[in-house]
């Protein structure tokens, strides 16, 4: 899932679909970022798959930012999220 300098995969990214497009966002960082990096249309807010805690303790997925023409990856926010079932 992560390379060994803590970012995603290529397969990790890969696989993770948009749950948010970008101008839905509302954090003022993340649109002026959007709009210096190919404008907001072009971005979302994606989630890996759920990947089951080891120990069985639940699952996590980690959601990160995406433009789905250039292929840029935004780390900021970067974050796990524990627990939920089926993704909304």
């Known amino acids: 899932m992560f390379t ?3 970012d995603l995969t290529a397969e990790t ?3 993770s679909p948009r749950i948010m ?3 839905k966002l509302d954090n003022p960082h993340l649109q002026e970022y959007f ?3 190919g404008g907001i249309d ?3 807010k994606f989630a890996t798959p759920r990947l089951n805690i080891p120990g069985r303790e639940g699952t ?3 959601h990160f930012y995406k433009n789905e023409v250039s292929g840029e990856i935004y780390y900021y926010d970067y974050k796990v999220k524990l627990g939920g079932g089926t993704r909304r």
């Open 4 to 6: 060994k300098d803590g």
């Open 42 to 44: 072009q971005w979302g």
């Open 13 to 15: 990214i890969a696989r």
């Open 60 to 62: 996590f997925d980690i």
């Open 35 to 37: 709009e210096a990096h």
């Open 21 to 23: 497009e970008g101008s």
